[in-house]
């Protein structure tokens, strides 16, 4: 998906947001703020906003001087997820259909999200997602996918969320490869966070090489958009990587919870809807 | 008021929707926002909200060529408010008390603010804000000073708000001293736009001198300011003008419908609250 124009405001609120929340001083949030203001006659509207975004966060790593500053937000979602764990095995478990419980989880893990909105109310999201109707739901496609596959590539989002990504990939029941950023940005899944998440016990944990907060063909590493390209069967998780690979030829599956107008816009649902989306091109 | 940091994004919000209603063509809204972009470490956080509005409606208006960009919208909205007008008037003489009702009303006339949010329906806005309770609501203050003063200054906002503030200036029944905007500034009135309105049917038109959205002093005309330094009662309508005035030494009632959280924050009230608040210096 290419930048739209609200997506401007939309790079400064996620800025201020972002520095709020890494703990920065107003002095140091201000001149984020003014960093990212005159980077924005430099953003090409044809690239995608999780490109922006990367050199945002970048410049909250540099004014910081923290590679990782949203570690400690990280790892306590990751905690309080893996405490919920359990239990949302369990009700996956009990329920008639164990798949599409385990998708409608993952969509609902994929709420802690900083870079969107700061406040979630965890357990009552689960609550809604569990019984919301799906605003675009290629099911019937996704098992045949999934039947067909030998291998399901799996994109992370947020690192708390993985928690959930790994209860989906328990009911996929095919070898999975879980795909982590390269490196922190906002409170994306990194290795060590999806290792935390116990990702390492159900996946083979591999980066994409994107330092955007999604996956970015022009910002991954070359040999992994190669594997995305010869993939049989693609997850992906939330906005930022739907942003970054909505126009890529691969046989995808964007799972995500629809937060923002634009992107709403872009795949003519409403916002806060719940999306199972299969992309256009070539699937088994 | 002074910015606040939360402000920064709204400017580009702002800017974006200011580009959009004036009819820019979306490259002429990505130079506006461009150009807002690079303005922002030149923003002084001391200064107030309006004063950057007043830099940023004058590069829309550099950029369109035409000097006022909002008027057909602005006619539009004084039409329909003066056709409400008759039966209005009608609801303000049979209420139990006229004098509150009319305030009531100028507040709802608020909700007209293209600053703020293109989307609005001011009948419902109208009925809502007939019951609503008041967050703050110093109204023995203002009566009393009402009845002690020989003149009020009243601080116009918007242009179609206009229509309902000449509601409450014939409920005043006080000779009343209009102030309009130097220059046209979004949908700010001007002296046309409250002639059209009917205004000087019911009070002596006077511009601030301001060509921000807000009566900001540094942006005033010196004898305005010192017009209302020697005032007795004065009323400002709208966040532009409180967020311009709300530190200085002048006797004056805020009147206002909270549309920000920022202000909000500022009040000490929640957003969407009414507010008709006594400033802290000296009144009759």
């Known amino acids: 998906m290419k930048n739209y124009l609200d997506c401007i405001p939309c790079f400064m609120s996620q800025a201020l947001r972002a520095g709020k929340t890494a703990g920065l001083e107003d002095k140091q949030i201000k001149k984020l703020l003014d960093e990212v203001g005159m980077m924005i006659s430099d953003i090409p509207m044809e690239s995608s906003p999780p490109e922006t975004g990367a050199v ?3 410049k909250i790593r540099e004014i910081t001087g923290i590679d990782d500053p949203f570690l400690s937000i990280k790892q306590k979602n990751t905690r309080e997820a893996l405490e919920m764990y359990p239990e949302l095995r369990q009700l ?3 329920s008639d259909d164990p798949l599409l419980t385990a998708i409608r989880l993952a969509i609902a893990g994929n709420v802690i999200d900083f870079g969107v909105n700061k406040a979630f109310n965890l357990q009552k999201d689960i609550e809604q997602i569990l019984s919301q109707d799906f605003a675009i739901f290629d099911y019937d496609s996704f098992r045949e996918s999934l039947r067909k596959t030998e291998k399901v590539y799996y994109l992370g989002d947020n690192a708390g969320e993985s928690v ?5 990939i328990e009911e996929l029941h095919k070898p999975v490869v879980f795909v982590v950023r390269e490196i922190p940005v906002i409170n994306d899944v990194t290795r060590a966070d999806a290792i935390m998440a116990g990702l390492d016990k159900v996946a083979e944990i591999v980066s994409s090489g994107s330092t955007a907060p999604g996956n ?3 910002l991954c590493d070359p040999s992994f ?3 995305l390209y010869q993939a049989d069967m693609i997850i992906s998780k939330g906005q930022g990587n739907y942003e970054g690979l909505s126009d890529e030829p691969i046989p995808v599956f964007f799972l995500l919870k629809v937060k923002c107008h634009v992107i709403a816009r872009d795949l003519g649902v409403t916002e806060n809807s719940i999306v199972l ?3 256009d091109f070539k699937h088994l």
């Open 92 to 94: 996956v478990r009990r």
């Open 56 to 58: 945002i966060y970048q």
């Open 225 to 227: 958009m190669e594997t």
């Open 216 to 218: 970015v063909p022009a």
């Open 277 to 279: 989306k299969k992309s």
């Open 164 to 168: 959930f990504d790994r209860i989906l």
